[in-house]
């Protein structure tokens, strides 16, 4: 692709989406194994068969519920980025943000929880980006990473094709030069 040339398309990382996905499927095991034998479990916090129990049940429909849009989302085959003239539209996560436009940044940070890396794009208009979700846990969720990061709209490096540092390079750089456009 040369300079200036539109679109700019990101693919999602199959690889990346495939070991999420086995993470997961081995945390939901280990909930699995919580919830069936927690008196089993005699050391420290794990002492506690209450505690156990749940865990195990925390583990099974957090980590159930991302093997689910793991697997989802290895189906999906549209980009997971586009960048172009007139915004940026997500589809990296199990509830994308969409088209968001230019005009509608007002900066483009970077988070990084439990090691995993995030662009945070801050928007004028969270609510927008929270509204446009389908259903109630996906409006939660989006909810969840505004509280936390300051924005609805969250791109992790682990879904994408791309290595993180160049993408937050190409983000910002778009951005800027979009921005004063």
Do not use: C
Not at 46 to 74: D, E, H, Q, R, Y
Not at 129 to 148: H, L
Not at 156 to 181: G, I, M, Q, R
């Amino acid at each position: 692709m040369k300079p200036g040339e539109y679109p700019i398309e990101i693919p999602l990382s199959k690889q990346k989406l495939v070991l999420l996905l086995i993470s997961a499927i081995a945390f939901v095991a280990i909930g699995i194994w919580f919830v069936s034998k927690p008196e089993s479990f005699r050391n420290g916090i794990l002492g506690n068969p209450t505690i156990v129990l749940s865990i195990g049940i925390l583990s099974i429909v957090v980590f159930g519920l991302a093997a689910f849009v793991m697997a989802k989302k290895l189906k999906d085959n549209a980009p997971g980025l586009i960048i172009d003239k007139t915004g940026i539209t997500d589809n990296s996560t199990g509830v994308p943000a969409g088209h968001i436009p230019w005009s509608d940044i007002k900066e483009i940070k970077t988070n990084k929880v439990f090691n995993q890396k995030f662009l945070v794009i801050m928007v004028n208009k969270p609510e927008t980006y929270i509204n446009r979700q389908g259903n109630d846990a996906a409006k939660k969720g989006v909810q969840a990473n505004y509280k936390i990061s300051g924005s609805p709209v969250n791109i992790p490096a682990s879904t994408l094709k791309y290595n993180f540092d160049e993408l937050e390079s190409l983000v910002k750089a778009e951005f800027k030069k979009h921005k004063t456009a």
